[in-house]
């Protein structure tokens, strides 16, 4: 988009469009050690971008991804950076103003033209629009010193260190990223020639009507000297046709109101139909009713509420008695709809270097998963605009957090006052968006190890902030909440229990995290880890840098022991790289597929996570980086179906002569029926397939699930260690499951006497 | 106080205090069916009072506390009033103005003066401060026209009908209320002359250090025409002795920054310290130094809490994982206390009759109850300025809500305005007393008779403006909330369960309601019920216009049933009240004692309820209107003392021959050691005493229970059908408890053969 605009604005006449992005500028940084702007030597540097990559770039250091080279880095921590552009002073009318516009610095920083500050600013989501005019000369030296990585201690070196400060926690080093903390100018940065009157920013806020028949609109305006102009405002339906035009005269902060547009096309997300957009046109015109800017956007007309979960009104029951769960059941333009999806991390290190592209492809591969919601996880970054617009174009639901990740940040003032203009810059950006579904004020933060409560300032000042400028997209302040769990995260738990008995003896109205590690594909552990430490993996090597080891709670995310459990030591790093992939695969189905099974009462599966900010050996993403699925991506895009097949299984390993049994279900998220049908039940063993069932499938009504018989088997002498259990559906194969189990024969019987003696305990 | 400002300013001179009550004015009032300001009969008013009130005095209607009289009442529901005074216009030099003052009018109300409109408001809540000055004629009559009660619709007549008005929902009808729902002008009402320049709020706003040695205050002042004026500000102590005195230049709204005030003497709830306040003198000064008004209040430094109950962030343990619960523990000056209380509701069905005297002797009475602290529930009024300043004075915490229960208040613009209104005008006025310790959106909120969710706009509303302008003292959206609980009511549920084993088996981090019927004393039932009505009790008659029948769940409040089972049928009235009395102070003991023994996860126990609005036949309120103490008060009042023997019962009767047993525990509020003792456990049975243990009780440590032995005794044969448990503390007896209990012979054996079968089976 922004590309096509500035070409727009060459073809066009500098007239027309107040608003003309100037030629690209020139960077270049330097640093050190002090508070000043530095006079150290000058590398280039690309923007948006940051400084640790510059200074790789230009002193060759080798990449972060392999073995422990990220720790190379560790000293850029500490330093001041000062970037540095020239540009000569461009032709301006008396009218025109010359703005340096940034959508993103981080941290910390001063700008400085001419060698005098100018601007001075905590915070990377606030954008920068600095009108320089009366500051310029013929030749112009504009620097922006960055300081260096705010720390609220100096040990722990860890997340903590980011609890006064809204900056991403995760890049502090989290179980599954390394601790590279980046600086610098990460989002679009450039000069802009202004009209002295012109908009800054364009609201077209609705309320819809209860049929969803009426949008009253509002349009609030953000601009300076807007006294004496004019404007007219075209809605263009997807063809480009105008359906809704308005003109009338203006001022500062203008509102206006009372627009009524009927029997507009919503905006749904994709697997509930279109992702409608239309076009907003704002033009602007002087007193004399030339156009002196022009503003275009999409916009799309949605409802989105948290409703309460179906059942959960009738919890607690007994007196003493607390509350009910607060709500969890998304609602879109009134319908109820399942959300499936998954938690979104930083798919880089460097946010300077994301570009639309890179999401594109991470989002087009969600859609492939059947995934209609992300989870933007409060560890990471509030994403760019193309990130929202390309979610907005594909229909796919946003649950946003804010910058705030198991840490106690603290009721004091400084901290509240950035949070504010923060949470406010970030707010007003995204409302924008049909696809923001849900604010939430961070990840985690109601847990011991983050020890934030209610009653903590910041989380009621993002309510407080999110209510007064997105007042009718839901609000909450964390996840998990009261009724909503985080977890599983591995196969088997300390205590026992496997992901099947956990999940299924679970309650919840909504699973909002919960992992499965896997190890990456061989090529991939072949970037990142020396050849001499591939096999067999090891404590202290570039695994555990890559987390396989020391991650989280146990031996993750490699989970050897697991490993070893149900599989024996593996003889090749082939062969464990096949027994962890499928134990990602089982246990992300068995997650996924009981929290549809648990529909209505449950209306969210989210896992963790989706993508990575760099390769891990081992992590729970489905994605391995840049965007390379691993065999449970297509496992999960399986479960996820709208309609499926699925079975409810109690546990991975089956024994010779033990009955076998299987929960048979249909599962539908649709919202129309799927018709009556033939089910075949089968396990496959080697080459031998037996039929256990057939089930004449029913009518499934919409957006229903249907608990069909029990599968039950009396399981033969077989001589392989798995099989398969088969759901295949004649004549729609596109609806067949499959599962892959354990098997173990029967032990040889041990001596006689010992065996007696054993019967006798 | 008002009036000793009266008189002052009566002594004083005219020149030196802007403010001037004028004389009392004398008001009638007038109905008519139609909007109109009634031509109706005209008859006398007492204000602040209430429309029915003055229409029942006028036409010598009969006590609506008697029988079903309060029904004679229902037609005044749905007239317009006309409240109607006349005065002269007083003498006004050139920089005095007239002002008409109202603190409360009840609900929604138009201002006349001389026939012409000045005013409107919705809310009753929102002091009127309306300038007549330029519209005044030498004679002048004003008029105020009430609208009919609000009713969201005509049916169900019942609380529902108030879910979209910030009036309370009580008096539409309740299990302890009958249907009267007040009008008028229910607050001090008046006229006053003020000077052009005047103050009309100073808040002493302040931050109290981390070591409470240092409060750093702000002064915020709102008022008109201050631009040329001076002030001085002087900060006394109980003493009357100046502490810290600022003068200066003043400007409209301005906030004095920055004045610190070392080692303040803290408030204290009196059951940890004294209640200390200390006097704020506001000066008001013209441009040539000359005081125009004084504006006097008291103020007290504390810094109040929630913070997280002991042992809550343990929980919960298992993933799947949800959030811990949210805090209840309140922290008063950073010391954890045990809140001990009671739910406050409206002493009088009219609030417009409320006095001071009438607060103080039930603030009084709550200090002999050995409680810290008021829940005002939301059903009910925001109390006037005379309960927080005796609270101040007393030292009694209050648990303010904001008036919404047990509805669904919509997330409609027009009601969010008036809330915003009124919650602001409310928040205003009681964050300056030390007593506010908490804020709460109202009761019962995230229930399913009442259907809000955290979502709910309503509730986050009330969430920013605390925020806005309370934001050290807590919020929360309502009660109960996760982890918290409300109930038990009855003694014994319909699940079977009594409440000891209801409450030994809960597990919450505060019992924010609790309830326990019990009779009213003969003499109160014979000024309700008519004598041919009073006993047996039976439906649809004064008794369950009272509450006694179909008031809440089963056969409440009398619950005959329950007192059958334990007792047998009464052959007397007098019978009947002392078994429920009985069975109301052994509940309340059984749960404000397991509450307390629960510490120190748990942190409060606050009973359904303290007072009542009228004589109920049966209530669970430990008072009867006006203010008479039932025996469960005095009971209650010993469970709650700071230090006091207590023990764990598991059950109500007991049976002959059967091990009877009771935990024995020490409980310590104080903050302080208690020192060794011998505490001897008796049972005591008609004339007999046993004592079955002797526990020489170690020291109690501060703010600490003791668990201690388990006595345990087998019941012998005894002639009595109830015996008492009997805790005695040598040579302090102000430490002793005891519990009646009912007792159960051996039922006479039964046919031989009989008995054999029975124990075959």
Known sequence: MKRIVFILSVFLSCHVFAAVRMPELKWSVSYSADKQLSQGKEIPA?????????????????????????????????????????????????????????????????IYLNGEKLFYQEGMFTYVNLDLTDKLQPDNSLQILIYPVPKKQKTP??????????????????????????????????????????????????VLSDKFDKANIELAIEGRNLDDCSFSWTLKNKEGKNVLRRQGKLSEHSLLEGIEFRNPELWWSYDHGTPYLYTSVFELKDKKGKSIQKITEKIGFRRVRLVMNEGAWDEPEDFP????????????????????????????????????????ELIDLAVEANFNMFRIWGGGIVNKESFFELCDEKGILVWEEFPLSCNLYPDEPHYLSILK????????????????????????????????????????????????????????????????????????????REVFEAMNNAHNTAY????????????????????????????????????????????????????????????????????????????????????????????????????EPWPAAVNNSLLVYPA??????????????????????????????????????LLNDKYEKICPGKLRIKLQAGNETIEILTWDTPTTEKNTNLAGPTARFKLPKWTVDRFKLILEVDENPEYNSEYTLLYRPKPEPKEKGTAILNMNN
């Open 421 to 496: 203009q923060e949470a406010t810059s970030i707010v007003k950006r995204l409302r924008k968006h049909p696809c923001l579904a849900m604010w939430c004020g961070g990840n985690e933060l109601f847990n011991n190890w983050s020890l934030m409560t209610d009653q903590s300032l910041p989380l009621r000042l993002l309510n407080s902030i999110c209510l007064e400028y997105d007042p009718l997209v839901p609000y909450n302040p964390t996840s998990p909440l009261y009724g909503m769990a985080h977890g599983c995260y591995i196969f088997k738990y300390f205590d026992g």
């Open 628 to 665: 390379i699925a691993k065999p449970a991506f297509y496992a999960v895009s399986n479960s996820c179906r709208p309609f499926c097949t699925s079975a409810r299984l109690s546990k991975f390993v089956w024994n010779e002569g033990e009955e076998f049994f299987a929960e048979i279900w």
């Open 46 to 110: 690309i923007v948006p971008g940051a400084v640790q990559l510059d200074i790789a770039r230009a002193e060759n250091y080798p990449p972060y991804v392999f073995n422990d080279n990220y720790k190379q880095y560790g000293w850029m921590e500490d330093m001041y950076y000062t970037y540095k552009t020239q540009f000569k002073k461009p032709v301006l009318s008396s009218s025109e103003r010359l703005y340096f516009v940034s959508k993103g610095i981080d941290y910390q920083f001063e």
């Open 157 to 206: 070196v860890d997340r903590s260190q980011a609890a006064h400060v809204v900056k991403p926690a995760v890049s502090y080093g989290w179980d599954w990223h390394p601790r590279l903390v980046p600086l610098g100018i990460w989002d679009d940065t450039y000069l802009e020639k202004r009209n002295v009157s012109h908009i800054d920013d364009v609201f077209v806020k609705y």
């Open 321 to 360: 008695k607390g509350r009910s769960v607060p709500p969890a059941q998304l609602e879109l333009n009134g319908r109820k709809i399942f959300a499936k999806g998954t938690n979104w991390v930083n798919p880089e290190i460097f946010p300077g270097i994301i570009t639309r592209e890179r999401y594109n």
């Open 512 to 611: 909002t995290e919960f992992g499965m590690p896997g190890i990456s594909p061989m090529e991939v552990l072949k970037q990142i880890i020396p050849e001499n430490q591939l096999f067999p993996p090891k404590p202290n090597t570039a695994w555990q840098e890559h987390h396989a080891f020391g991650a989280w709670a146990g031996d993750t995310w490699l989970c050897p022991d697991i490993l070893n459990e149900y599989f024996g030591q593996a003889t090749s790093l082939e062969e464990l790289i096949a027994q962890s992939q499928l134990m990602q695969s089982e246990g992300y189905k068995a997650i996924y597929e009981e929290a549809r099974r648990q529909k209505p009462y449950c209306s969210m599966a989210l896992n963790w996570c989706y993508n």
